[in-house]
């Protein structure tokens, strides 16, 4: 009579599971919107608002740890893309400093010796009046340093943005390797838990 209850039990089961497969096949190979479209912080929301905490571990399905993997190390090498691009910029912005300080020191030497003569300059064969000369050395000095102002700006602001990516790449780097950690022990747990049933199931 007990091998007969035993194996009613077990058709019911297996018949269960049959039904059960197809939604499962379904739910497993379907992919959440969020996890295609939002950003990584949405998508660590919504996996840890929709996952389950079991025994102090987070369980999560392999395909959508994969794509959250995917996304995070596309968004780890857009980052480092922007922060070589800054850098390029930045040296390039140097250099174009040194050139106008080049630039503006050279001028400065002239004023200095052409303020020592006299009303008169000769410019190119050609007498030209002080005041004038001056006048217009004076407007490219001004011209000159507002470029060189400028320059000094946006060499700030690069700075800055570049310090901020970069600290939004490490900020971002932590919280992929805690949440890859959490995730593997999840699973090894998971994995102990079901081999632990297992051998209940067989032993009984």
Do not use: C
Not at 51 to 59: G, K, N, V
Not at 165 to 172: A, G, I, S
């Amino acid at each position: 009579m007990g091998k007969n209850n035993l194996a009613g039990i077990r058709l019911a089961v297996a018949i269960g599971l049959m039904n059960m497969f197809p939604s499962f096949v379904q739910a497993q190979t379907t992919m959440p919107d969020m996890l295609v479209k939002g950003t990584l912080k949405e998508q660590m929301d919504y996996v840890q608002e929709k996952t389950r905490i079991y025994e102090d571990f987070r369980a999560i399905r392999e395909d959508m740890f994969q794509k959250m993997k995917k996304n995070a190390v596309d968004s780890l090498n857009a980052a480092k893309s922007d922060i070589s691009g800054l850098k390029n910029k930045t040296r390039t912005l140097n250099f174009t400093i040194d050139s106008l300080n080049t630039s503006v020191s050279a001028i400065s030497v002239d004023l200095d010796r052409m303020t020592k003569t006299k009303n008169s300059i000769s410019f190119l064969g050609i007498e030209i009046n002080k005041t004038a000369y001056n006048a217009v050395l004076w407007t490219i000095i001004a011209v000159l340093a507002g470029l060189l102002v400028a320059g000094l700006l946006a060499y700030q602001r690069n700075h800055k943005v570049t310090s901020q990516t970069k600290k939004e790449f490490e900020e971002l780097k932590k919280e992929f390797e805690a949440y890859r950690k959490a995730s593997r022990e999840a699973r090894e747990k998971m994995s102990m838990t079901h081999f632990n049933e297992l051998k209940k199931l067989r032993g009984a």
